[in-house]
């Protein structure tokens, strides 16, 4: 086949990401060519999510955009994939004719292939096989490459929890758990290729092992990839409070590379929401889990994500929300309004919350995290911390860009040698998004661990 320009967009969470990042390496192996803007394609590769309604109307506006183009160039070829493509396939075409592949969350190893076939023949493809190939998903893996100092690693896809609230089980498919040989040597190829720090990805990765069955628990994984010299940092999302384990806790106080930051979605402080919302989790668990994580490492930076105005959310409800997030006070917060997604439980419930009702709520909600952000990140002035640099400052002006431990981002005057080490800041100024900071006039920076020659680019 010629040879594509393509360019590729993604909506959705890390996930969503990073599988597009393999994608696009993928892409490339296969010949292709990647590039900064939608109308220098030939073919554009939408990877989108369908998490709320607004995330799918988002997607529908920017196709429309993309159908513009197409107009002009008949030969430009449109991929829809990820999970918007997974739950509607065919009927895709339907809403947005001029899309030209459908591919699932299980048919990205596929997609040079298809793009091949949908450009031979002239003929539309909807491929959403509901089930992953274990196989097929470490030959996608395999093209995985470092593009920056951090990187994200899946170790397990799907969810078997089915929230009330939540589409991801049915356009992700059943929890599978990557062999933990396949992860390590991941990991040990991107340490190779200059990466310091790795994010695992899984949405409940507490169970990873369980399914299939390994010899290796998702603690014990974090204590394998520990042992990679050179990796500096190991970070995870999403750990759900029902399953947190014991051990899991005792690896922040156990474990050097596990940086100090969980993030640990909430959604309610009322357990009587919680249980609607299937959560299987009460405030008092979730209140010993943040208690006993802090006695395991202090400084630990604790996130989370909330919904307001889940169908039946009462205003008592909500200011028990509120009290819960007053006495934790947690370090960042990711909070939506309730969106009834077709095919859950919660979209069949009664008593829906009003939207004026829900905006209101999640105002109130945001002003309190905001203070509480700001007064976790107050509290780290004057203090040092390492910090990995990541590369530039998007402020410019010759200084660099990295995260502490507790993965909040700091801007300081600095050298870009540094990227790929660890560096003792001072911290000076905090805001709610990133801190400042400043380095003494000789500095302590950590050893290169990067090998010589292999240059770093980020995005
Ligand atoms: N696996 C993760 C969550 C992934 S989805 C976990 O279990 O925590 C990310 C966040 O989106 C969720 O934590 C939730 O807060 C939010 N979310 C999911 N479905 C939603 C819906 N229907 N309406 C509003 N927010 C939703
Ligand atoms: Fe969705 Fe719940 Fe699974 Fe998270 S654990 S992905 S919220 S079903
Ligand atoms: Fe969205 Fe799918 Fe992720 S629905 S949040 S892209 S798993």
């Known amino acids: 086949m010629d040879s594509l320009r393509f360019y590729v967009q993604t909506f959705g969470c890390q996930m969503n990401d990073h599988d597009s990042g393999v994608l696009a390496r993928l892409l490339e192996e296969a010949g292709h060519l990647e590039v900064a ?55 895709l075409f339907r809403r947005a004719p001029y899309v030209d592949l459908v591919f699932g969350t299980h ?73 933990a040989d396949e992860v390590v040597a991941e990991v040990e190829r991107l340490v190779a290729q200059g990466v310091a720090e790795v994010s695992l990805l899984g949405q409940n990765v507490n169970s990873y092992g369980l399914k299939p069955r390994g010899e290796t628990d998702f603690p014990a994984l974090v204590r394998r990839l520990a042992r990679i010299p050179g ?41 009587r929401v919680l249980e609607a919302m299937r959560r299987r989790y009460t405030v008092g668990r979730y209140l010993s889990l943040v208690e006993r994580l802090r006695q395991a490492r202090p400084e630990i930076a604790i996130t989370s994500d909330m919904i307001v105005g889940f169908p039946g959310e009462t205003e008592e409800d909500f200011r028990a929300t509120l009290e819960v997030m007053e006495r934790v006070r947690f370090d960042g917060l990711f909070s939506f309004k309730f969106s009834p997604r077709p095919g859950t439980l919660a979209a069949r419930l009664p008593e829906p919350v009003p939207e ?46 990295g995260r502490t431990p507790e993965n909040k981002i700091v801007n300081f005057p600095g050298d870009p040698a540094w990227v790929g080490r660890e560096v003792d800041v001072r911290i000076t100024a905090a805001a709610v998004n990133s801190l400042r900071g400043e380095v003494p006039a000789a500095p302590s920076v950590g050893p290169d661990h990067r090998p010589g020659g292999v240059a770093c680019t980020f995005r």
Not at 39 to 47: G, P, R, S, Y
Not at 231 to 246: A, C, E, G, Q, V
Not at 373 to 401: D, I
């Open 107 to 179: 048919a990205l190893q596929d997609v040079p292939d298809l793009v091949a076939r949908v450009r031979r023949t002239g003929r539309r493809i909807a491929a959403t096989p509901e089930e992953q190939d274990p196989e097929r998903l470490e030959a996608f893996y395999a093209h995985h490459r470092a593009r920056a100092v951090t990187a994200y690693v899946t170790v397990m896809q799907g969810c078997d929890n089915y929230c009330a609230y939540c589409i991801v089980p049915y356009v992700r498919g059943r929890e599978l758990s990557r062999p």
């Open 37 to 91: 803007r939608p109308d220098e394609a030939d073919l554009i590769v939408v990877n989108t999510c369908a998490i709320r309604e607004k995330a799918e109307q988002k997607l529908f506006s920017q196709l429309g955009r993309y159908r513009l183009l197409k107009d002009r160039r008949p030969d430009l070829t449109i991929a829809v994939g990820g999970c918007v493509a997974q739950d509607a396939g065919r009927r």
């Open 231 to 271: 990796l500096l940092r190991i970070r995870f999302t999403t750990s759900h409070p029902k399953d947190l384990s014991d051990d899991l806790i005792r690896c922040f106080g156990e474990v050097p590379a596990l940086m100090p930051h969980i993030h640990l979605p909430l959604q309610s402080g009322s357990d």
């Open 356 to 401: 004026p009702v829900k905006e209101e709520r999640l105002a109130r909600l945001q002003a309190l995290q905001q203070a509480h952000t700001l007064e976790r990140n107050q509290a780290l002035v004057g203090v040092v911390r390492p910090v990995l640099v990541e590369g530039p400052s998007k402020a410019g002006g010759g200084q660099v860009s």
